[in-house]
């Protein structure tokens, strides 16, 4: 009685010591296609809808923030589950221990750093806009008065629009995806987010002709790899990381490889140098 009574005391210990870290031999769902290190299986958080980036098919992970979090898993001795972080639950997912770490065209800002701490940046995109190929109306943020514009809660894009364009008309989504639905079905006129994203959908076979990527952008993203606040040790782990995927010619190579087919060119600054930034 007493073995198993301290058993289950033992078990309910281990399900409160939190959702991130799930022992090594945990197979779970998001184990295929994860080529981290060997270790204890942590969850991480990536977007499952961004070709290039961050993409699940079936079972199967892929784009540069795959690669990212792979190779700081592998460093790190950790085993990857991927789980899908929609932008606007990327702090929450953090907070509340969901996910060890989030590699997720998550832009490095002062408001985050309030919940999130970053190591980064690890690239540096632009806010652009994605219309379909027969427009020749939009060229660019001055360019869209009267026009209906889509971008996802809680992400960067959304608020720099409404700065730089006050009064427009912007629909947010909950994923980039769905964005993409609206503008081909014209229930909106334009998608703006990151140019990483969007030249991704634009390459895209299903989208070929139809959509294109403006080519004027109105801000700077840096990109960084979300941390729980505070955690300076992992943190700073996490930067090392970094530092060896730029160094070793990692960093081009997974660029060539996920961002060249859309011919996607990083801009002036990369690769940058990442720090570990808290507030
Ligand atoms: N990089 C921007 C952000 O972190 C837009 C892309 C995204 O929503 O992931 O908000």
Do not use: H
Request: proline share 3%; net charge positive; glycine share 12%.
């Amino acid at each position: 009685m007493k073995l198993r009574r301290t058993s289950a005391i033992a078990i309910a210990a281990v399900a409160a010591l939190g959702l991130a870290a799930c022992g090594s031999d945990n197979g779970g769902s998001g184990g295929a296609g994860a080529t981290g290190g060997g270790g204890e299986s942590v969850k991480v958080g990536i977007k499952f809808d961004q070709p290039g980036l961050g993409l699940k098919t079936g079972a199967t992970y892929s784009g540069f923030d795959v690669d990212v979090a792979n190779f700081i898993a592998k460093e790190l001795n950790l085993k990857p589950e991927f789980v899908e972080a929609v932008s606007s639950q990327r702090e929450t997912l953090l907070k509340t221990g969901q996910v060890k770490y989030i590699v997720g065209t998550y832009s490095i800002t002062d408001k985050r750093m309030a919940d999130v701490s970053f190591a980064g940046p690890y690239f540096i995109a632009g806010q652009d806009l994605l219309v379909r190929s027969d427009d020749t109306s939009i060229t660019g943020k001055d360019s869209l008065a009267g026009k209906k514009l889509c971008s996802v809660k809680g992400s960067t894009s959304a608020v720099n629009v409404q700065k730089a364009v006050p009064g427009v008309n912007l629909q947010e989504y909950n994923t980039y995806s769905l964005c993409v639905d609206a503008l081909k079905s014209g229930a909106v006129d334009a998608l703006t987010t990151d140019d990483t994203i969007l030249a991704g959908y634009a390459a895209q076979e299903a989208n070929k002709g139809k959509l294109k990527v403006v080519g004027n952008t109105f801000s700077t993203e840096n990109y960084g790899v979300g941390v729980q606040k505070g955690d300076t040790e992992f943190c700073n782990k996490v930067v090392t990381a970094l530092k060896k995927f730029i160094d070793s010619g990692e960093w081009q190579k997974s660029v060539d490889k996920n961002l060249g087919p859309a011919n996607y060119k990083p801009g002036a600054g990369n690769p940058p140098t990442p720090t570990c930034q808290s507030a």
